[in-house]
C-alpha cells in the first residue's frame, strides 16, 4: 500500500539519533521533506552523509538550530519553517536519552535532565506546532515513547517515569485536539540495537531470546515503519490516542 506521503512537511526531532535518522530516511523516500531540529551542526552533517550514503536526496532534509528548551527558540523555528513551507504536516518527537543509574543514587540535576530530555521537550515542541495545525485544520503527531513507561526497568526509574507521561500526553492531547482533525499516537519500542542499547544488549542478550516472541532485539527500521504507519492518513486517518508496541512480543 502506497503511503501518499509525498510532498508532506514533517518536523523531527531526535532525528540525528540512530532511530531517528531511519525515520528521516524513510520520509524523504516517501518523497517528504524533513526539517530537523538540532543543536549539534556536526551531527547534522553525518546525518546527510549517512542519508546520501544510503542514496536519499539530501537538498529535502533542512536543519533548524533550536535548543528544545526554550520556548522563544522553539516557536521562532516553527515560526521560520511556516513562514518558508506555508505549511506542516506531521511532528515525530523522537528525541529523548536514557542511562542507567539507581534512582537512589540519582542527584535532582540529572533528574530534572532526564525529565526534560524525554517528557517536557516533547510537550513544549508539540505546543509549539499546534497553532499552525490548528489554522490549516490538519496535522498528524507521532511521538516515540517506551515500553519501559508501562514495563519499567531497574536503573531507568526516572526515565520510565516521563515515557509513562508521554504515554498520558499522547492519549489526553488526542482528546484535546481532535476536533481540530489533528492525529495522536505513539510507538513504544521495545530493546532497539542503537548505540543506547549497547550496555544493555551486553548485559543480558542471553535473557532477550526467552523474553522476547521473536527472540532478538529489534531494528531501527522497525520503528520506523510504525512511525510512518501512524502518520500517513491513507493508513491512519481513523487512529488517534493509540500506540504500537513496536518490542518483538515483549509485552504480551
Not at 155 to 178: C, M, N
Not at 181 to 193: L, T
Request: glycine fraction near 8%; charge should be neutral.
Amino acid at each position: 500500500m502506497e503511503l501518499k506521503l509525498e510532498g508532506k512537511i514533517v518536523l523531527l526531532t531526535g532525528g540525528t539519533g540512530e532511530i531517528g535518522r531511519q525515520i528521516c530516511r524513510d520520509f524523504l523516500t516517501e518523497g517528504c521533506r524533513v526539517v530537523c531540529l538540532i543543536r549539534n551542526p556536526e551531527k547534522f552533517e553525518k546525518l546527510k552523509s549517512w542519508l546520501h550514503e544510503k542514496g536519499e536526496d539530501t537538498s529535502m532534509v533542512h536543519a533548524v538550530a533550536c535548543n528544545l528548551s526554550v520556548k522563544t527558540e522553539l516557536d521562532a523555528a516553527v515560526k521560520e519553517i511556516t513562514g518558508q513551507f506555508k505549511r506542516l504536516d506531521i511532528l515525530v518527537n523522537c528525541a529523548g536519552s536514557v542511562e542507567e543509574i539507581p534512582f537512589a543514587m540519582m542527584d535532582e540535576e540529572r533528574i530534572d535532565t532526564i525529565i526534560e530530555n524525554n517528557l517536557k521537550n516533547t510537550l513544549m515542541v508539540t505546543q509549539a506546532v499546534l497553532r499552525p495545525m490548528f489554522l490549516q485544520k490538519a496535522g498528524a503527531i507521532v511521538n516515540v515513547s517506551s515500553i519501559t513507561g508501562i514495563k519499567g526497568g531497574r536503573g531507568v526509574t526516572t526515565y520510565a517515569a516521563a515515557k509513562a507521561g508521554i504515554d498520558s500526553f499522547t492519549r489526553t492531547l488526542a482528546s484535546e485536539v481532535g476536533k481540530k482533525n489533528i492525529r495522536v499516537n505513539a510507538v513504544r519500542p521495545g530493546p532497539i540495537e542503537t548505540a543506547m542499547s549497547k550496555p544493555l544488549k551486553d548485559r543480558i542478550e542471553n535473557f532477550i531470546p526467552n523474553a522476547m516472541i521473536l527472540g532478538r532485539f529489534g531494528k531501527p527500521e522497525e520503528v520506523s515503519k510504525a512511525v510512518l504507519f501512524l502518520a500517513a492518513e491513507e493508513t491512519a486517518s481513523y487512529i488517534t490516542g493509540s500506540f504500537i508496541n513496536v518490542d518483538g512480543g515483549y509485552m504480551v
